[in-house]
């Protein structure tokens, strides 16, 4: 088994070196990661600079671009094969609810399920790396899990997983759920620089709204593994008949305002 890992904290994050060490004992492993830290850059590409590949003393390699960069560098020529799994994470913190959308660990594993590979995605709930060994033991013991059932390396498909910070033996079960949802986020932070110019500072996340049975919240609250299956059609499924209705009405005004000719 081939695993590709990345992640959004950069090449150095402890979440990273714990996934590979985990993984490693199982799989062929590349990791191909950001050379900074890149939170929240969700599925950005860079496409008006250049992006530089490095080689890291213990062998990782990394590039000064964004999460998808990676992946998308790595399965599109740098790697010289097709990994069975791309896997990206360990992150510094939870991915869960409308959190997903930003993300640039979740980010990261679309490029791979985009390019028809089956991806997982791995968060720590808490920040600060607590019990960080043991979330990597419950990747490595999922991943196998999914190499058993055989869906490695077949169909593709992108999960979203985070992890309590617990002890390993003392980690629920992976529970199946829906994304919850978060309120509205904390006011920006503004801030006068030295030369007297006015700073703007993204304010924190919001208060959790939706954390029902069911979602990733309440699972993860009860100690266990929050598994999302995610897709990345952002139609919008239950409302095509309406907007089928809105956009019939439309048609007469449009033929009654022609456009002039050139």
């Known amino acids: 088994m081939k695993i590709l890992i990345c992640n ?81 994470g ?12 930003y993300s640039g660990t979740v980010g990261a594993a679309m490029e791979g399920f985009l390019f028809g590979i089956p991806a997982i995605a791995f968060s720590q709930v808490d920040r600060n790396w607590g019990h960080l060994d043991a979330a ?35 980690i629920g079960h992976p529970k199946l759920c829906r994304l919850g949802r978060r309120h509205a986020a904390e006011p920006v932070i503004t801030q006068i620089s030295p030369r007297g110019d006015t700073m703007y500072w993204i304010g924190a996340a919001g208060e959790v709204m939706d954390d029902a049975e069911g979602t990733d919240f309440h699972a993860t609250r009860q100690g266990h593994i929050a598994m999302t299956p995610l897709k990345v059609d952002l139609t919008d499924h239950e409302r095509l008949g309406y907007w089928a209705q809105t956009a019939a009405r439309l048609r007469p005004a449009l033929a009654a305002d022609p456009v002039p000719p050139a």
């Open 8 to 88: 959004d904290d950069g090449y150095q994050a402890p979440g990273i070196v714990a996934l590979y060490q985990a993984l490693q004992s199982i799989a062929e492993v590349e990791v191909i990661a950001p050379e900074q830290n890149n939170s929240a850059k969700s599925n950005a590409l860079t496409l008006h600079a250049p992006l530089y590949v490095q080689r890291a003393a213990n062998g990782f390699r990394y590039l000064n671009g964004t999460p998808a960069d990676c992946v998308h560098v790595a399965l599109t020529g740098l790697l010289g094969y097709r990994p069975d799994l791309v896997v990206s």
């Open 90 to 101: 360990i992150n510094n913190g939870a991915n869960m609810g409308d959190d997903t959308i």
């Open 136 to 170: 990597a033991a419950q990747a490595r013991d999922l991943v196998l899990n999914m190499a058993s059932q055989h869906l490695i390396g077949a169909t593709p498909w992108l999960l979203n997983v985070n992890i309590p910070n617990l002890p390993y033996e003392q």
